[in-house]
């Protein structure tokens, strides 16, 4: 358990030491390929032009954005995950989400917020740059499968993931719909390991 400021500098440590000495196992893949797939579908039916990727760590996710032209860029609170994509040609800055002021169509996620006690504060920031969509990619804690990779994922990679507050996906929908978002895709990923949620903002 790490309050958000220790939290930043274990993420930073992590990618420090994920590319230059850890490698993606064919599970793991596996599953980036199912969330790419899954993403660039709905992807399709937005009527989006800019998208901001929050916590964009090594790009993987930034990535899809990037080669489907759309005018993205990934911010992270890690140096070392920012100069990471930087060398992937990855559009990216070095910028904490509270302090970003600019707003885009689409704002995106994946596997951030349950690592904050208070993840409602960051639910908050991304509504508030949002002009259309909020995109986020959630473990589902309710899925036997997802409780059953983060163990093997933790055996095969010898390495204990960074630690993950038990919210449920239900927990992550209320907080958006209590703030003039609605739901209107909530999805299962990789066996249920994932929910794609997409949230749209409420039109006044």
Not at 40 to 48: F, G, K, T, V
Not at 102 to 126: I, K, P, T, W
């Amino acid at each position: 358990m790490h309050s958000d400021k220790k939290l930043y500098g274990v993420w930073d440590k992590r990618w420090k030491r994920f590319h230059e000495t850890e490698k993606l196992t064919p599970l793991a893949i596996r599953m980036f390929q199912a969330k790419k797939k899954a993403i660039a579908n709905e992807l399709i039916n937005l009527d989006i032009v800019s998208i901001i990727e929050v916590g964009c760590g090594l790009g993987h996710i930034l990535e899809i954005y990037y080669k489907m032209d759309f005018n993205c860029i990934g911010i992270d609170v890690s140096q070392n995950a920012v100069n990471f994509c930087r060398k992937r040609g990855l559009p990216v800055a070095l910028q904490k989400l509270e302090e970003v002021e600019q707003s885009y169509d689409l704002v995106s996620s994946d596997g951030m917020l349950e690592h904050f006690l208070n993840f409602e504060s960051y639910a908050r920031h991304m509504m508030r740059i949002s002009n259309k969509f909020v995109l986020l990619i959630q473990p589902n804690h309710d899925s036997f499968c997802g409780k059953t990779l983060v163990y093997l994922s933790e055996i095969l990679r010898k390495n204990k993931n960074i630690f993950e507050y038990n919210y449920r996906v239900k927990d992550f929908i209320d907080v958006f719909m209590q703030n003039d978002f609605t739901i209107i895709q909530n999805s299962p990923i990789f066996f249920d390991v994932f929910k794609l949620l997409l949230f749209e903002k409420k039109k006044h």
